[in-house]
Nanobody
Framework: QVQLVESGGGLVQPGGSLRLSCAAS????????MGWYRQAPGKQRELVAG???????NYADSVKGRFTISTDNAKKTVYLQMNSLKPEDTAVYYC??????????????WGQGTQVTVSS
């Protein structure tokens, strides 16, 4: 009943930029927090950036100063602006949402993943 749909991934050269989007669709729910994770081959999934309903954000040390997370509350969409991309940023990026439904039941939802490749 709740889906997260990601877009914006692709191939970019080192130093370039990409903007990822993740839109939550469905009915009768609210979002407590959203975040972006990434997973490279052979590595564990890691938190890249997160934002909670109060507006507080946090970032992995490896992306501080380069990535920015933001939201459009009306569209229930979270964005990740990625600048000064490096080859080590190459990974599948996943959107995550901590969702509260109409009955106040809480669930954790994931997007389908979008590939980001940084290469010359």
């Amino acid at each position: 009943q709740v889906q997260l749909v990601e877009s914006g991934g692709g191939l970019v050269q080192p130093g370039g930029s990409l903007r990822l989007s993740c839109a939550a669709s469905g009915s009768m729910f609210s979002i407590n927090a959203m975040g972006w994770y990434r997973q490279a081959p052979g590595k564990q999934r890691e938190l890249v950036a997160g934002i909670i309903s109060g507006g507080r954000t946090n970032y992995a040390d490896s992306v501080k100063g380069r990535f920015t997370i933001s939201t459009d509350n009306a569209k229930k969409t979270v964005y990740l602006q990625m600048n000064s991309l490096k080859p080590e940023d190459t990974a599948v990026y996943y959107c995550n949402a901590d969702i509260i439904d109409w009955s106040r039941a809480r669930g954790d939802y994931w997007g389908q993943g979008t590939q980001v490749t940084v290469s010359s």
